[in-house]
């Protein structure tokens, strides 16, 4: 059965980072569009950043963009969101999530993590 599972949550003070990471087990995802969302509490699920299969495409928020970098491994069947500069804004529940397609579009994403806390005091 398809897995992933987010790692490297934590508490950060606003200004530093934290680097996320999605192991993915159960099937090969090197072909599929990898992504991460965030859900802070009282809001809606939101896109933050997508990377295609081969690396070479990647798509930010602009809330997070120039801050946040997306990276995959796709012999580890891994991929790593760094989070710098982090703002307390930024604390949310972090997902992985997998899909087939454009990196491009946000919406249809197939697997989802259990999600891992990220939390930034001011």
């Known amino acids: 059965q398809a897995q992933l599972v987010e790692s490297g949550g934590g508490l950060m003070q606003a200004g530093g980072s934290l680097s996320l990471s999605c192991a993915a087990s159960?099937?090969?995802?090197?072909?599929?569009?990898m992504g991460w969302f965030r859900q802070a509490p009282g809001k809606e699920r939101e896109f933050v950043a997508a990377?295609?299969?081969?690396?070479?495409?990647?798509y930010y928020a602009d809330s997070v963009k120039g801050r946040f970098t997306i990276a995959r491994d796709n012999a580890k069947n891994t991929v790593y969101l760094q989070m710098n500069s982090l703002k307390p804004e930024d604390t949310a529940v972090y997902y992985c999530?997998?899909?087939?397609?454009?990196?491009?579009?946000?919406?249809?994403?197939?697997?989802w993590g259990q999600g891992t806390q990220v939390t930034v005091s001011s």
């Open positions: 999530a997998a899909k087939s397609g454009t990196v491009y579009r946000i919406h249809g994403y197939d697997y």
């Open positions: 990377i295609s299969w081969s690396g070479g495409s990647t």
């Open positions: 159960g099937r090969t995802f090197s072909n599929y569009v």
